[in-house]
């Protein structure tokens, strides 16, 4: 008569008394997308049948009620450790959503009434000659204003702000780095109609009253320019490790030279995107360009000091002012350029910061 043995259940098997399963008393890993769906699903239906359906509300109360129902589901099945982490994550990924609505809902904005009117034409073209109400013209002259008036703001922003960033982190020490440093944050927060009148008084000291052109105008805008990029330039230089310094030093390698081999370059990329901040932040600004280089201009003019240059966002303000279909038309497609134009110079200023910036292997 044989006898049969069995074998001891293998740990961990499901057969075995002594259960060893990792993921035992969680959430399964689709159910908070699947709870996520099915509140949207059911707060829609409710709304509707109500009839005060509208995007916000829905939104609003879809992650009321999925945070509610994720915690308490939470609690019963994992206990109040993991139901805690699940509420702040819900409540991060809700305020992130939150602070999103804003961008894309003006990006939509934007693009849906400027491709009204958006087309090679509009871009090809300028407004001289061209009367308010007559359905014609386009934003050439402004192109070309923003351009050259962005681009001399540029050249002369950017290394005073990056060589008074280098001084900083570098160089100055004691009360002369605290008295930069506050003077650096008060210009930070200075309206920019200030900027535009201070270029206004020292034209008119320089060149008399009635002298609007498109360098007053990048003047005004590279007053606006040299905080914001002295600030994250700074930032960018001090992220760069301290042994990278002293191993220069330590080779014999003078401070001028460190500094021009090693933490620039080991910072490109971060003063790149400061610098692009910088321009962003300068690019759509109107009341010191109505200002300096004036709101009239209709034609294209490439030379900086003669005469009145136009730009985007005032061709903007000014199409709006003056009203009609037309005119709204020809300002959201102007915006719509706007837009393009700053997504341009971001998508460059990631392809130089990563041309420039060190090779890791």
Not at 86 to 114: D, I, K, N
Not at 207 to 212: D, E, K, L, R
Not at 260 to 274: D, F, Q
Request: net charge positive; hydrophobic share 55%.
């Amino acid at each position: 008569m044989s006898t049969r043995t069995t074998q001891p259940p293998a740990p961990g098997s499901k057969t075995g008394g002594n259960k060893f399963d990792l993921r035992s008393g969680t959430l399964p890993r689709r159910f908070p997308a699947a709870l996520l769906a099915g509140c949207a699903v059911v707060v829609a239906g409710v709304l509707t049948l109500f009839s005060s359906f509208g995007l916000i509300l829905w939104a609003l109360m879809t992650a009321v009620a999925y945070a509610a129902i994720i915690v308490a589901t939470s609690v019963r099945v994992e206990g109040g450790r993991k139901a805690k982490d699940r509420l702040v994550t819900a409540l991060v990924y809700g305020c992130f959503l939150v602070a999103m609505t804003p961008l894309v809902s003006l990006l939509y904005t934007v693009v849906v009434h400027g491709m009204d009117r958006f087309s090679p034409y509009f871009l090809t073209v300028s407004m001289n000659g061209v009367l308010p109400s007559m359905d014609a013209g386009g934003v050439y002259h402004a192109i070309v204003g923003t351009l050259a008036i962005t681009g001399m703001a540029t050249l002369l922003a950017v290394p005073i702000g990056v060589l008074t960033a280098v001084y900083l982190v570098e160089y100055a020490q004691g009360r002369i780095k605290k008295v930069i440093t506050f003077f650096v944050d008060v210009m930070t927060g200075i309206p920019s109609i200030v900027a535009g009148l201070f270029v206004v008084a020292l034209w008119i000291i320089l060149f008399g009253p009635g002298h609007t052109n498109g360098a007053a105008g990048a003047l005004s805008l590279t007053v606006l320019m040299i905080p914001v990029v002295v600030r994250s330039s700074e930032e960018m230089l001090r992220l760069v490790p301290r042994d990278l310094r002293e191993a220069s030093y330590a080779l014999g390698v003078p401070k001028w030279r460190t500094i021009t081999k090693v933490v620039l370059p080991t910072s490109a990329a971060g003063l790149t995107t400061g610098i692009m901040l910088a321009i962003a932040r300068v690019i759509g600004e109107t009341a010191p360009l109505v200002l300096t280089a004036g709101s009239s201009a209709v034609s294209i003019n490439w030379n900086l000091f003669d005469g009145q240059m136009m730009n985007l966002p005032v061709f903007i303000y000014s199409q709006f002012r003056m009203g009609g279909a037309v005119n709204y038309e020809r300002a959201w497609a102007a915006a719509l350029t706007l837009v393009l134009i700053v997504m341009l110079l971001f998508i460059l200023a990631r392809l130089v910061g990563r041309f420039f910036s060190p090779k890791t292997r």
